[in-house]
């Protein structure tokens, strides 16, 4: 029998520390980084956008995101700490709204699309998450978990350029070479308006990737002479996409990012990106009298959007049909489709959130925005900054937010990143259950 001399009182076990922790070297993170970037790069021809059930396209994405996630995993095991912070009002808006997307395909035209894209957006985050926790627990410096998330795209860029010889014989093909069997895009010849292709991917989706890569190299501590090489490099592939509006969107987070690392002031960086907004309204309403240098981005097309004020007016019917649940999460194809035959989205985030989602995934939609604009402001992150101007500007010509995609992957890191900034996610305190060990 113990004497009651003996009882020891219980004492709470001390948190592990950073130093404690095994680090993730840079490498490791590069690499687990490049596959999930490459998890959104088509490396297989299209098929039909209404093609339901499995396709290779969607098996070597979802492999591709699984393998970076448990990378990710296994390096956190590593560490001696497989635990990261849930509490971060941006990882729960995002799983709420997957809650609310994955509910959705009750009533979806494709049940199964919608709960893969679901779940995808959901791994997103987490992988995100994941990415940011071990950053900060290896002791990086500052910039460099943007220097990891640039070089993995710069590595990606270069990979698929390669890739482009085997794909295109070429290593830099375009839109406007008829030569090329273009069908396996879905496109024809434009040669009026020739667009750098990598892989299979949409032009589009090749401009969010350069544009990125320039936004994260611009806010990372990496050597002053590679950056000088590789932006450059990366605006002239860029320029190449013929892409009017990651352009734009890139140009004014550029800006504001300058304004923000030489002046350390969000104040003014914020007047700027008002201020760039209002230019690039300009820019579309008297385009004609541009110089030639900026008036070539500008065709016949412009005082449409390329035709995608007819796509949204055609998508509010639908809206007002289903306002309050919507069509499922990423099942608007089924219905945009039959009236516009190139559009398998609606081109617009917050339209694309309401047409699928309905009123509440656009209430979550609008509460992230939110948050993510207050974050951008309080904690004055030049990364955070950079993106969420490419994600407001660009977003609205193409869904970013809340699209299983790179954007809306960085976007998660960037908020993940600034949000640790205010707490200590370094520290692990394990509680003993049973014969396990549940950390939180």
């Given at each position: 029998m113990q004497l009651s001399s003996q009882i020891k009182p219980y004492t709470?076990?001390?948190p592990l520390s950073t130093e404690r922790l095994l680090p993730a070297s840079g490498?490791?993170?590069i690499f687990?980084?490049?596959?999930i970037v490459l998890a959104f790069v088509p490396l297989v021809p299209m098929v039909d956008a209404l093609e339901g059930g499995l396709t290779a396209r969607g098996i070597i994405e979802f492999s591709l995101l699984l393998a970076g996630l448990g990378l990710l995993a296994i390096y956190l095991k590593a560490q001696g700490a497989?635990?990261?912070?849930?509490?971060s009002p941006a990882f729960l808006l995002i799983s709420l709204f997957t809650f609310w997307g994955i509910l959705s395909s009750?009533?979806?035209?494709?049940?199964l699309l919608t709960i893969?894209?679901?779940a995808e957006l959901w791994c997103i985050s987490l992988a995100g998450l994941m990415f940011v926790t071990l950053a900060s627990r290896s002791r990086l410096g500052s910039g460099k978990l943007e220097t990891l998330l640039g070089l993995s795209m710069v590595l990606v860029v270069g990979g698929l350029l390669v890739a482009n010889i085997f794909y295109w014989g070429k290593p830099l093909p375009n839109t406007g070479d008829a030569s090329l069997p273009l069908e396996l895009l879905g496109h024809e010849v434009i040669s009026d308006r020739p667009r750098l292709i990598l892989a299979y991917q949409h032009e589009l989706l090749t401009a969010d990737l350069l544009a990125l890569a320039v936004i994260c190299l611009l806010t990372c501590n990496l050597n002053k002479v590679l950056k000088a090489v590789l932006i450059p490099c990366l605006l002239a592939l860029l320029w190449l996409t013929d892409a009017r509006g990651p352009t734009a969107g890139l140009l004014v987070a550029m800006a504001a990012v300058a304004v923000l690392k030489l002046r350390r002031n969000d104040v003014r960086a914020i007047v700027l990106m008002l201020a760039m907004s209002i230019a690039v309204a300009a820019i579309l309403v008297f385009h004609e009298r541009l110089p030639a240098a900026v008036s070539s981005l500008m065709t016949d097309d412009v005082s449409t959007l390329n035709s995608r004020t007819e796509l949204w007016a055609?998508?509010?019917k639908h809206v007002l049909a289903r306002p309050i649940l919507g069509t499922g999460y990423f099942a608007s194809r089924y219905l945009l489709i039959k009236e516009f035959p190139w559009a398998g989205h609606a081109h617009n985030s917050f339209l694309e959130v309401l047409i699928t989602t309905g009123l509440v995934g656009l209430l979550i939609l609008l509460a992230f925005v939110f948050y993510v604009i207050k974050k951008s402001?309080?904690?004055r992150s030049p990364l955070l900054l950079g993106v969420t101007l490419y994600c407001l500007i660009q977003g609205m010509l193409n869904p970013l937010f809340f699209n299983p995609g790179l954007t809306m992957f960085v976007l998660t890191i960037a908020v993940f990143a600034a949000g640790s900034e205010d707490r200590n996610v370094h520290d692990v305190r394990p509680f003993r259950l049973g014969r396990g060990w549940v950390r939180v």
């Open positions: 709470w076990p001390q490498a490791q993170l687990a980084l490049v596959l497989f635990s990261f912070d849930l509490r009750i009533w979806s035209f494709n049940p893969a894209k679901s055609g998508s509010v402001i309080t904690t």
